[in-house]
């Protein structure tokens, strides 16, 4: 089973960026499709974005498409989200995901605790 732990969360103001990493340990992560999901209160789960095993293709949410990246680094069982041009509306706790399969996308086989990411306006 693989456990993963989410870091590089904060306070930003709209339009700034952050990074978000993922450790993931107890398994290899080139074995599962890595993604992040978020969740802000009140609200239900939203798919953020999902990459493939190998890096190979991604999928992005339509609410961050064009301004979110999603990458992963195997050797290092790392996948980050790059953030940009950040909006009051993306703020939540974000959680990375792991998946044997990469869709579908809202599927989560494994999620971590979670990262606070606030956005002011």
């Known amino acids: 089973q693989v456990q993963l732990v989410e870091s590089g969360g904060g306070l930003v103001q709209a339009g700034g960026s952050l990074r978000l990493s993922c450790a993931a340990s107890g398994g290899t992560s080139s074995s599962y499709a890595m993604g992040w999901c978020r969740q802000a209160p009140g609200k239900e789960r939203e798919f953020v974005a999902r990459i493939s095993r190998s890096g190979g293709s991604t999928y992005y949410g339509d609410s961050v498409k064009g301004r979110f990246t999603i990458s992963r680094d195997n050797a290092k069982n790392t996948v980050y989200l790059q953030m940009n041009s950040l909006k009051p509306e993306d703020t939540a706790v974000y959680y990375c995901?792991?998946?044997?399969?990469?869709?579908?996308?809202?599927?989560?086989?494994?999620w971590g605790q979670g990262t606070q990411v606030t956005v002011s306006s």
């Open positions: 995901t792991a998946n044997r399969d990469y869709r579908p996308y809202t599927n989560y086989d494994y």
